[in-house]
């Protein structure tokens, strides 16, 4: 017989209650396609994939509600029928991916500097904490500010604070144009341009700087795109190379993260000049986020410095993919801090079974 979403959210909520009791860690996963980000993975895999299904989509209200084991791929086609998107641009990294993993990774593509992150985009929340309670958080519309804002809390989490069940995303329209500009020019003078050009009402939508070449992407009405086309110059990339290009970026498949060894993300202020670090580099968002590529394994003494280096312009580093997690993925909390993330898993999951060590 085929199960219910009901039923299948009850066998949730007993298998947590049943860890919980016994301090048996549980790995929370839909289909895996992040399984390498962050630290170690631990517990017995609870299986999100057959909890699936868009609850509510209302087009012009520019909402969308899923239940967590749902496709990406599923709610991106039924936006685009309505020519609306994910405008943070999740990445899927291989398919099956889920909109529950992807709200806990948190992870966002080309477009998050001028839409916004992934965080930015939910507004409410259905919740499995550790006592196996349903919590409810947000809502289904934009304004929503009764208590605390705990459903983008979530965003990022990597299922360490509980099991979403369902969530509610804000969604966008398509942009009516897009055009994609090419210019050739190092670093130092491609960070410049895009500080110029953040300060102008350009509608620039992603940027990606490498290997001597500043690719940019416009987007929006089909006068802006044009007169922004015209008043950058560049060159004028063929629609389907630069949706194919953009599209290697969201996904990594671009040959900058082809290769051995490791894979930081390094998250900057846009304004912060050139980092001086041995390994290649790829620049997105403005110059917010950079990625470094190191040949060999990143041993404790490269890390400390990448995070040195990073920490004194007013950024963090992030152990993204590869090399030895014992450094530490993501950069160490503030003891403050800190204690805030002890305080919020003591208070969901007392117990300590969600996706145990995965952040820290």
């Given at each position: 017989?085929?199960?219910?979403?009901?039923?299948?959210?009850?066998?949730?909520?007993?298998?947590?209650?049943?860890?919980?009791?016994?301090?048996?860690?549980?790995?929370?996963?839909?289909?895996?396609?992040?399984?390498?980000?962050?630290?170690?993975?631990?517990?017995?895999?609870?299986?999100?994939?057959?909890?699936?299904?868009?609850?509510?989509?209302?087009?012009?209200?520019?909402?969308?509600?899923?239940?967590?084991?749902?496709?990406?791929?599923?709610?991106?086609?039924?936006?685009?029928?309505?020519?609306?998107?994910?405008?943070?641009?999740?990445?899927?990294?291989?398919?099956?991916?889920?909109?529950?993993?992807?709200?806990?990774?948190?992870?966002?593509?080309?477009?998050?500097?001028?839409?916004?992150?992934?965080?930015?985009?939910?507004?409410?929340?259905?919740?499995?904490?550790?006592?196996?309670?349903?919590?409810?958080?947000?809502?289904?519309?934009?304004?929503?500010?009764?208590?605390?804002?705990?459903?983008?809390?979530?965003?990022?989490?990597?299922g360490t604070l509980g099991l979403i069940l369902e969530v509610s995303l804000k969604v966008l329209p398509l942009p009516l144009r897009e055009a994609s500009l090419r210019f050739e020019c190092e670093e130092v003078a491609a960070l410049r341009r895009l500080n110029e050009w953040a300060g102008q009402p350009l509608p620039i939508s992603a940027s990606c700087w490498h290997d001597g070449v500043l690719t940019l992407r416009l987007s929006g009405a089909e006068a802006a795109v044009q007169a922004a086309a015209q008043s950058l110059g560049g060159e004028l990339l063929d629609a389907v190379a630069a949706g194919a290009f953009w599209l290697t970026l969201r996904e990594q498949t671009h040959a900058f993260f082809d290769g051995a060894g490791s894979l930081w993300r390094l998250s900057l202020p846009p304004h912060a000049s050139s980092l001086i670090l041995k390994g290649r580099q790829l620049i997105e968002w403005g110059g917010a986020q950079r990625w470094l590529r190191l040949d060999g394994a990143a041993d404790a003494e490269a890390a400390q410095r990448i995070r040195q280096v990073v920490s004194a312009a007013g950024g963090h580093a992030t152990l993204f993919r590869g090399g030895d997690k014992a450094v530490g993925v993501f950069q160490p909390l503030a003891p403050a801090v800190a204690r805030i993330h002890q305080r919020l898993a003591q208070a969901f999951d007392p117990a300590g079974i969600f996706n145990r060590h995965r952040m820290y």
């Open positions: 017989m085929e199960r219910t979403v009901e039923t299948i959210a009850a066998q949730f909520k007993e298998r947590i209650i049943e860890a919980s009791a016994s301090g048996t860690p549980l790995r929370l996963r839909g289909s895996g396609s992040k399984d390498w980000y962050g630290q170690q993975l631990e517990g017995e895999v609870l299986d999100t994939r057959g909890y699936t299904g868009i609850i509510d989509y209302e087009p012009t209200e520019l909402v969308i509600t899923a239940r967590c084991g749902t496709p990406l791929a599923e709610i991106e086609a039924a936006l685009a029928a309505r020519n609306q998107m994910l405008a943070f641009e999740p990445p899927h990294f291989g398919a099956g991916a889920t909109i529950g993993g992807t709200v806990a990774c948190a992870l966002s593509g080309p477009r998050r500097a001028s839409a916004g992150a992934l965080r930015d985009f939910v507004l409410g929340a259905v919740l499995l904490d550790g006592a196996g309670q349903r919590l409810a958080f947000g809502g289904q519309v934009m304004k929503n500010v009764a208590g605390y804002d705990v459903s983008r809390l979530l965003a990022g989490s990597m």
